[in-house]
């Protein structure tokens, strides 16, 4: 049974930091492109980040230089450390698992694998 289990969502003004941890149990976790979705309140689901098996990384434009993902493999764990949050960051956060994650300049909508997601919210 595949599982991916978020935690480390929150509130926090903007401006502040937040880290997402995502562990992965049921699937050969280093044999997976491994990341993150988010989709916020009158918006589509979009990908922010993701790290394939062999360590490439997408990012989307809008976090950029805010966000950083990075994989613990021997933790079957994937992590989003978010700086320099904006309202606009307000979401659920989703933690997502494919072989195929990274599609160029895009991510891969149809993940195989989802995980239950996680509440971000920027606010003052």
């Known amino acids: 049974q595949v599982e991916l289990v978020e935690s480390g969502g929150g509130m926090v003004q903007p401006g502040g930091s937040l880290r997402l941890s995502c562990i992965g149990s049921?699937?050969?976790?280093?044999?997976?492109?491994v990341g993150w979705f988010r989709q916020g309140p009158g918006y589509e689901r979009e990908g922010v980040a993701g790290?394939?098996?062999?360590?490439?990384?997408y990012y989307a434009d809008s976090v950029k230089g805010r966000f950083t993902i990075s994989r613990d493999n021997a933790k079957n764990t994937v992590y989003l450390q978010m700086n320099s949050l904006k309202p606009e960051d307000t979401a659920v956060y989703y933690c997502?698992?494919?072989?195929?994650?990274?599609?160029?300049?895009?991510?891969?909508?149809?993940?195989?694998?989802w995980g239950q997601g996680t509440q971000v919210t920027v606010s003052s």
């Open positions: 997502v698992g494919d072989r195929a994650l990274i599609l160029g300049r895009t991510m891969n909508i149809r993940a195989d694998f």
């Open positions: 049921g699937f050969t976790f280093d044999k997976y492109g």
């Open positions: 790290i394939s098996d062999s360590g490439v990384t």
